[in-house]
């Protein structure tokens, strides 16, 4: 109360003095201009969220930290919010995003955890299908000519309703590995006959993994793609989760998702000096 009382009472004499002396108030005027303008702005909002390396998505070593990292950055931004991103292996994400409160959502994810998180809209599309030996002979045309095969996947990832339901009733014979890369080494070694993957994840190791990249003739994307699937953030079903993903979905609107994805794969890519474009999406 003191401080308050001397910081009015001053003004005040410097107010009637300003009515005396015209040099006075010349010297009052930048007075109160230095004190208004030297009081710090409120700080911006900031929040924390989870991701991988997947790239050209995510990853903590890509040219802004990926793809998928730029459009979600650029969104919060677009409404005033400044955003922490933390990069972990898959499981220990999803274990840091439950346990972790200074964790206010992850991303990229795939549909299917709706009943645990809340989903802002797409920030970005993931053409999923599988890598094989290009001198291999196994086809598809549907999910049942892939009983025959043993399949690589990553562990905890999501990858279409359909396979995981077949996998989940034991329908699908599957060799589990904590990364893409991995799964694509183990085509290449015959110790399983596809493995599924993003197509843009796999041309970005087939020109950057040690092992893949010499042999990176004998490695293919099968034409036929499960699916192209959408890719989105998640929030904890929260009050405060809600409203960040209100916010996020706000400024999301305000930024080309298409454009930007599609622009980043293709400066990367000529950054690899990869000949194949990469999949675009419209």
Same mark, same amino acid.
């Given at each position: 109360? =003191?401080?308050?009382?001397?910081?009015?009472?001053?003004?005040?004499?410097?107010?009637?003095?300003?009515? =005396?002396?015209?040099?006075?108030?010349?010297?009052?005027?930048? +007075?109160?201009?230095?004190? #208004?303008? &030297?009081?710090?702005?409120?700080?911006?909002?900031?929040? #924390?969220?989870?991701?991988? *390396?997947?790239?050209?998505?995510?990853?903590? &070593?890509?040219?802004?930290?990926?793809?998928?990292?730029?459009?979600?950055?650029?969104? !919060? @931004?677009?409404?005033?919010?400044?955003? *922490?991103?933390? !990069?972990?292996?898959?499981?220990?994400?999803? %274990?840091?995003?439950?346990?972790?409160?200074?964790?206010?959502?992850?991303?990229?994810?795939?549909?299917?955890?709706? %009943?645990?998180?809340?989903?802002?809209?797409?920030?970005?599309?993931?053409?999923?299908?599988?890598?094989?030996?290009?001198?291999?002979?196994?086809?598809?045309?549907?999910?049942?000519?892939?009983?025959?095969?043993?399949?690589?996947?990553?562990?905890?990832?999501?990858?279409?309703?359909?396979?995981?339901?077949?996998?989940?009733?034991?329908?699908?014979?599957?060799?589990?590995?904590?990364?893409?890369?991995?799964?694509?080494?183990?085509?290449?070694?015959?110790?399983? *006959?596809?493995?599924?993957?993003?197509?843009?994840? !796999?041309?970005?190791?087939?020109?950057?993994?040690?092992?893949?990249?010499?042999?990176?003739?004998?490695?293919?994307?099968?034409?036929?793609?499960?699916?192209?699937?959408?890719?989105?953030?998640?929030?904890?079903?929260? *009050?405060?989760?809600?409203?960040?993903?209100?916010?996020?979905?706000?400024?999301?609107?305000?930024? &080309?998702?298409?454009?930007?994805?599609?622009?980043?794969?293709?400066?990367? #890519? @000529? &950054?690899?000096?990869?000949?194949?474009?990469?999949?675009? +999406?419209?």
């Amino acid at each position: 109360m =003191r401080a308050e009382f001397d910081y009015y009472f001053i003004l005040s004499l410097m107010t009637e003095m300003v009515h =005396r002396n015209r040099i006075m108030r010349r010297f009052i005027l930048s +007075f109160l201009f230095i004190l #208004v303008f &030297s009081f710090p702005c409120a700080a911006a909002e900031k929040i #924390v969220l989870a991701s991988l *390396e997947w790239p050209p998505y995510a990853g903590e &070593s890509l040219m802004g930290n990926g793809a998928s990292s730029m459009i979600v950055r650029e969104a !919060f @931004k677009a409404v005033g919010v400044e955003l *922490e991103i933390r !990069f972990y292996p898959w499981n220990r994400l999803l %274990n840091e995003m439950a346990n972790d409160p200074t964790i206010q959502g992850y991303f990229p994810e795939y549909s299917g955890r709706e %009943n645990l998180y809340n989903y802002s809209n797409s920030i970005g599309k993931s053409p999923i299908g599988f890598a094989k030996r290009t001198s291999g002979k196994t086809t598809w045309n549907t999910y049942d000519d892939l009983k025959k095969y043993r399949i690589g996947v990553v562990s905890g990832y999501i990858n279409t309703k359909r396979f995981d339901e077949m996998v989940t009733a034991g329908e699908i014979h599957i060799n589990r590995t904590g990364f893409d890369r991995f799964n694509l080494r183990k085509v290449l070694q015959g110790r399983v *006959e596809m493995a599924v993957v993003d197509l843009n994840v !796999f041309r970005y190791f087939v020109r950057t993994d040690s092992f893949l990249y010499p042999n990176r003739n004998e490695i293919e994307m099968d034409a036929r793609l499960m699916d192209i699937s959408n890719l989105y953030v998640c929030f904890p079903k929260t *009050e405060k989760g809600e409203r960040l993903q209100s916010l996020f979905n706000r400024g999301l609107r305000k930024v &080309s998702v298409r454009a930007l994805q599609n622009h980043y794969v293709d400066e990367l #890519v @000529k &950054s690899l000096g990869q000949t194949v474009p990469a999949e675009k +999406f419209q």
